[in-house]
């Protein structure tokens, strides 16, 4: 089982809101613009908490969980010898995959996401499986700033995407690992090489997945897009605006620069253990089409700090 983590003397910033969930109130190093994409956050996963895990494909996808744990055994064989169970942080841990994966192996994680609800979620299902990682509610980037501690692995899962400024968090994130410890980043969107298919393919993709796992939001979907078609730019943010999605996932469309990584990941002195891009799509009919144009990718990156 998982060992616990509990708030200590020097932890005073923690809060506990409910049993199991601490509140990290640091209100440091954020801009506007960002607390803006944060505040977006909490209210779009206060809207999806409850169908996020069926609709996610990454998260009942047999493929992509056997590929994650494949992951987790590679990043698990550098701790062998460290004598105890390695210390993980995982920045926005949503409902659990990746969590559950690492807690299973008796590892202690230390959890950092934003929504309440979706905490409330993972923590349930921890309890069910009898482990007892630490749950702290807070943006990634407060924490981040306002804390020092190290771990052996600080993990990202579908996250970097929903940041406003990912690569000020990357920078700070790396030097929270440990020598010897490892960077873990997946599941977030490559920078498009044909932005206007990309975004007309990823259109399609959307739409065929709503009308398969969400058809009750295929209609509220349409009149949003027309919405955002007559809207406006938000100026502070260079993009039309009609909910909070449209902020929360604020580079899906652009994509997250994983080469940017790679280099400040070298010049930290991490080695590159992994570096794949891989096709996605929310339903079957979609990657296998994208298979052949590679218009969605996402990116995989493991990488090890020099000890």
Not at 35 to 41: C, F, S
Not at 43 to 55: I, L, N, P, S
Not at 60 to 79: A, C, H, I, R, T
């Amino acid at each position: 089982m998982n060992a616990v983590s509990r708030p200590t003397s020097n932890q005073n910033c923690l809060l506990e809101t409910s049993p199991g969930i601490y509140l990290d109130h640091g209100t440091t190093g954020v801009s506007a613009a960002g607390t803006r994409v944060i505040a977006a956050n909490i209210d779009f996963y206060r809207q999806v908490a409850g169908k996020y895990d069926r609709y996610e494909p990454y998260l009942f996808d047999p493929n992509l969980q056997q590929s994650l744990e494949n992951d987790l055994d590679k990043v698990g064989s550098y701790f062998v010898s460290l004598g105890r169970a390695p210390s993980c942080l995982e920045c926005g841990g949503g409902t659990g995959n990746l969590t559950l994966k690492m807690c299973a192996r008796g590892w202690t994680v230390t959890v950092v996401d934003v929504s309440d609800e979706m905490l409330a979620l993972l923590k349930e299902k921890a309890r069910a499986k009898g482990y007892s990682p630490t749950l702290i509610r807070s943006s990634i980037e407060r924490f981040l700033v306002a804390r020092s501690e190290t771990f052996d692995l600080v993990a990202f899962s579908a996250v970097l995407h929903h940041l406003h400024s990912y690569m000020s968090v990357v920078k700070q994130a790396i030097s929270r690992v440990r020598p010897g410890g490892l960077f873990y980043s997946n599941h977030d969107p490559v920078v498009p090489e044909r932005p206007g298919w990309t975004w007309a393919f990823d259109s399609m993709d959307i739409t065929v997945a709503k009308l398969m796992l969400d058809p009750a939001d295929v209609l509220p979907g349409v009149r949003r897009r027309l919405r955002k078609m007559i809207s406006p730019k938000d100026s502070s943010l260079s993009r039309r605006v009609v909910s909070a999605g449209d902020i929360a996932e604020y580079h899906v469309r652009t994509g997250v620069n994983d080469e940017q990584i790679i280099q400040l990941l070298r010049k930290s002195e991490f080695a590159i253990v992994e570096h794949l891009r891989y096709v996605t799509g929310r339903t079957r009919a979609i990657r296998f089409l994208n298979e052949r144009l590679r218009l969605l990718e996402s990116f995989k990156i493991i990488a090890r700090r020099e000890s």
